[in-house]
């Protein structure tokens, strides 16, 4: 058997339409899109009818969306740069307690080095944010809120709107890291009401190192970057025009088929947690059953390490995530499950599979007969499960 | 099917060439890299080269386990090193002893946790770049053999590793030199072939282990009581910042000034006194060790003679061993040693096989 891949939520394959939309910007057409000359300006057409196939995808205007170099700069952009500008102003951020490392460590950063005040959101079992926590923590010094769209680690859709009207109300900025549901459900930042959003391509089988900000008209920043006059300054660096038009072509795909990916990814994820729960018993599902990104099954075999689990299965050639794959090679308890509350013997045996667009149900069935002998060896040697 | 094998890799080129050779003998290997600690909890500079556990030896690793073709994979046991070597190490001091955290770790986490996880992955053996034998021998019994480098055995750290563990252990070095594994890392290319050796005390970065105590101390709301440095013939001749500071021998940095050189004799916690005293006084030939663990031979009840080793640089010397009723043992050797230390470890052994060992305690 190949090697199966159940970790799209960390990366995706490049499509080969996006490979095929972006080769020509690399070699053949490669201006400079700041340069006056021909060459340039065909980049800069190039970029600008990605940015607006973009803007379009996300229901903005063209004129607030800025290219970046992903999901993680987006976030520090949108933190770190209303941070700067409000500073003077105001000097509280509040935070959900599932974020990202990219959004949390950011927060962390102005709290602990420049004197922010920073509120941790709580979320309930399931990982969803009430209107009446934001009311309770915040303050008329707030400038900034960030609450993930859907989560990475248990594709926990959060229900943003009441949200967003909680924080608005008391004048402060609504920023939503949108990484893991763009391109998988409907992400529109009028409906939404956001103020900023994060955006990036390589979730969603486009290229890594692009990604976009989306600013509302109105709201001000400061860039975090100083250089040319690139993104209207608030990004500057030479464009990656190939990352642009990559971006572009990967949202249009995703557009045309998310109902059907939706739907084949419902089905195989429902599949896979009923079948799993059929041949091994005490595997818990983390995260909710509806408003789930489908995708994302994260499951808890009691009595099992997570570590172990992740690596045992990737000997037998299953590719999984335990935690964020972010922290650098070493397997850390997820705050994620933490954060929902779940009691910590069933949180470390989480093991999270996201499924993709070539997850076949034969690789779902050869995970499923290869668990038990995995999951039962680690039952056996464990000290506190009850066999 | 092979023998699956889990190889501790530090990011040296000893675990290194260990990899490679079980390889190359047809094992199943699968190499991993224990995270012990972190620079948040010891203090240290993470962009500094030449330590186990930082981003760059973890590179070189896996550098390494894929030129071999080899899986491999970070470990996070820095909780369980916290709770067992580091709280050890803190709390040895705290008791006038001076602890081996090396013992501790091979002990109570590579010989447990690390072939813990190894079973886990369905691994049958864990092999490390020690340079030793273990073998079976006529009784039964798993033992350690000095390898052919004597000038890099290590045998002296291994003496708490349980009969059930050694069974399960591979240390493909024995049979070579340091020069030669280094000549195998070279001819196939091993990132880490010329990398320097590791160091003592891997958590203590800048090896002043003082200074570690002190942040560890002011971590958790302690502080070290000064008190009087007295010779051992009652005269007070200064003060000390904390006994946990000093250890039996010590000569230097004790700021007392005296005709004649004075070493430390005794660490008094009981009445907070460091007593001091001529060389000569140093010298004793008798030691009580206790937490034994027997290696090539089952526990004893009669005495026997053997050569007895006393600290990690300390030429064996010969001695009898008299097993107490309390599982204790009362060691006299032939000549007297210097500096007996409690906290550290006793070894016997006959010629090169490790027999057991155990720790000093007066």
Known sequence: MDPIYLDHNATTPVDTQVVDAMIPYMSQNFGNASSVHNFGRDAKVALENAREIVASHINCEPTELYFTSGGTESDNIAILGTAEKYKHKKNHLMVGATEHHAVLETAEYLHKKNGFELDVIPVDKDGFISADSINELITDKTFLTSIMLANNETGTIQNLIPLVGAVQTKRALFHTDAVQAIGKIKVDVKELGVDLLSLTAHKIYGPKGIGALFVKQGVRLEPLFYGGSHEKKRRPGTENIAGAVGLAKTLEIAQSRMEADHKLLTELSDYFILKVQSVLPDVYLNGPKENRIPQTVNLSFQGAEGESLLLGLDLKGIAVSSGSACTSGATEPSHVLQAMGIDKVISQGAIRFSMGRSTTKEQLDYVISVLPEVVNRLRELSPIYNK | ?362
């Open chain 2, 1 to 362: 099917m092979a023998n699956k094998v889990l190889v501790a890799m530090s990011g040296g080129v000893d675990s290194s060439v260990a990899a490679f050779l079980l390889k190359e003998q047809g094992y199943d290997v699968v190499g991993a890299h224990m995270k012990l600690w972190d620079y948040v909890e010891v203090g240290g500079d993470i962009y500094k080269d030449g330590r186990c556990c930082t981003i760059d030896s973890i590179t070189d690793c896996r550098v390494v386990c894929d030129a071999i073709n080899a899986p491999f994979y970070v470990l996070n046991m820095s909780r369980h090193f916290r709770d067992t070597v580091i709280e050890d190490f803190v709390s040895e001091y705290d008791k006038g002893r001076t602890p081996n955290p090396c013992i501790q770790c091979n002990s109570n986490v590579k010989w447990t946790e690390f072939l813990r996880k190894a079973e886990e992955l369905g691994c049958d053996y864990i092999a490390t770049g020690h340079y030793s034998f273990i073998e079976q021998n006529k009784n039964g019994r798993w033992h350690i053999r000095k390898g052919v480098d004597v000038t890099r055995d290590q045998s002296y750290v291994l003496w708490g590793v349980s009969q059930e563990a050694l069974s399960k252990t591979l240390m493909p070095l024995g049979g070579l030199l340091k020069k030669e594994v280094r000549e195998i890392a070279h001819k196939y290319k091993l990132r880490t072939a010329d990398k320097a050796e590791s160091r003592e005390i891997c958590f203590v970065l800048d090896d002043d282990y003082r200074r570690f105590l002190i942040e560890m101390a002011e971590k958790n709301n302690k502080s070290y009581v000064p008190g009087e440095i007295v010779h051992a013939d009652g005269r007070v001749l200064g003060q000390h910042k904390g006994t946990a500071f000093y250890t039996i021998g010590q000569r230097k940095g004790m700021g007392i000034s005296h005709p004649t050189p004075l070493y430390v004799q005794v660490i008094d916690v009981e009445n907070n006194r460091v007593i001091v005293g001529d060389n000569d006084t140093l010298f004793k030939s008798e030691l009580v060790a206790d937490s034994l663990n027997w290696i090539a031979i089952d526990s004893q009840s009669e005495p026997f003679d053997a050569l007895v080793k006393i600290r990690y640089l300390h030429e064996p010397s010969e001695a009898t061993v008299l097993p107490q009723a309390d599982n204790s043992v009362r060691i006299v050797f032939k000549d007297s040693q210097r500096a007996i230390t409690p906290g550290q470890s006793v070894v016997f052994y006959d010629n090169d096989v490790l027999l057991g060992g155990g720790l000093i305690v007066e």
